[in-house]
């Protein structure tokens, strides 16, 4: 078998790693957004 190798430069390893927990921080925010609207619209129904 022969391994994939390394395709990501260690400058650019270590770019993806600080952009990380922003990436992190937009998925939380348009997760609780989502929880918001439906929550919202739920109580709009009722």
Known sequence: ???MRDWQTDEERAEDEANA???HLE???IGAAMLFAIA???G???
């Open 1 to 3: 078998m022969v391994l």
């Open 21 to 23: 927990w922003k990436l």
């Open 27 to 29: 998925a939380w925010v």
């Open 40 to 42: 919202c619209a739920v």
């Open 44 to 46: 709009w129904l009722m």
